[in-house]
């Protein structure tokens, strides 16, 4: 049985605690948060003790849940993992890279696991073509969200743009060349819409918008590669795959082209999305992790990885601004 605790019970923190209470094998031992109000809430709807203070939840769990503002990711995670308690903390791993690189450190000297939030790597769409070979040579993502100021310490690149930067880097099997980005603080101090151009050793381009003020919402990503196109909507949980036809794609629609290489016949599948809540099943498959002793999902070095992209964005946009 994990002892759990939760850190932030803000709108997502929320959304933890419910899903906290659906899974097996562990016990929610109670939750901080500062805001009085907000505790207050959650201590009477959940039944839930409140720890004023966040050494003490720390000492009283065998896992904490981090979903506190991103400024405070590190603190309470380097806490945690001084003590010897496994941590889950929400993308991005920490505010800037001297911090996300002394975690990666410390998870390594210790004997802790460390998941990060990358939430649609549980995604149902896309959990839908994890059996499909993948090599894209070029991917064209848009996620679009219309303003709410909760999450705007941060820039869209990291608020965002971040998960498709984590999915991509998880699919291309090569290190990033070049980094080509504009971007636009319309609504807050940092920017709110990206352009981004990510080119890597092994000739695959992608190429990210992300907005936070956007009029309608969209999360999809294309997939291009070798005889075979692949498209995933995160948002409407929606997969299409059009390739050329194998005898394996017995069930799939099929029609015929004509190409300068002789007749091609094309198959477009609709894989079955699975039913599945992506929250708890990253929780879930954590908990897995640590019991029986396999690797996180989404690991330090992916949430690093991903962040060394982000700011490397960051810094082009900023460079690209005072140079205009």
């Not at 803000?10 to 109000?37: A, M, Q, R, S, T």
């Not at 004023?52 to 806490?79: M, N, Q, R, W, Y």
């Not at 073509?129 to 064209?140: A, H, K, L």
Request: glycine share 4%; net charge neutral.
């Amino acid at each position: 049985m994990l002892k759990i605790g939760v850190f932030g019970v803000g709108h997502l923190g929320k959304f933890h605690l419910n899903n906290w209470k659906e899974i097996k094998d562990v016990e929610l031992v109670g939750f901080y948060d500062p805001d009085d109000k907000v505790a207050q809430e959650v201590s009477e709807k959940y039944q839930l003790v409140r720890f004023l203070d966040a050494g003490s939840l720390i000492d009283a769990c065998d896992l904490v849940d981090i979903i506190a503002p991103t400024p405070f990711h590190f603190g309470l995670c380097e806490k945690a993992i001084r003590k010897g308690k496994h941590v889950f903390v929400e993308k991005p791993l920490a505010n800037t890279m001297e911090e996300a690189r002394e975690l990666v450190k410390l998870v390594k000297e210790s004997n802790v696991k460390l998941q990060v939030g990358h939430v649609e790597r549980f995604n149902p769409a896309y959990i839908a073509v994890q059996s499909i070979p993948m090599n894209p040579m070029f991917i064209e993502v848009h996620r679009l969200a219309q303003f709410n100021p909760r999450g705007t310490e941060v820039s869209v690149i990291l608020d965002l743009m971040i998960h498709d930067i984590d999915i991509i880097l998880s699919l291309v099997k090569s290190e990033v060349k070049n980094i080509s980005a504009s971007g636009v603080a319309v609504m807050t101090d940092t920017p709110d819409i990206a352009s981004v151009r990510i080119e890597f050793n092994n000739g695959c381009v992608a190429n990210l918008t992300s907005s936070r003020i956007s009029m309608k919402k969209m999360r999809k990503m294309r997939l291009f590669q070798k005889d075979a196109y692949i498209g995933i909507d995160f948002l409407n949980k929606k997969t299409e795959i059009i390739k050329l036809r194998t005898p394996q794609d017995l069930d799939a629609f099929t029609f015929d082209i004509e190409t300068q290489n002789g007749k091609k016949t094309i198959a477009i599948i609709n894989p079955a999305i699975p039913e599945v809540n992506a929250i708890k099943l990253e929780l879930e498959k954590f908990c897995e992790a640590i019991l029986y002793n396999k690797p996180s999902p989404v690991s330090e070095v992916d949430g690093f990885r991903a962040m060394d992209i982000a700011h490397q964005i960051l810094q082009k946009i900023r460079h690209n601004t005072i140079n205009s």
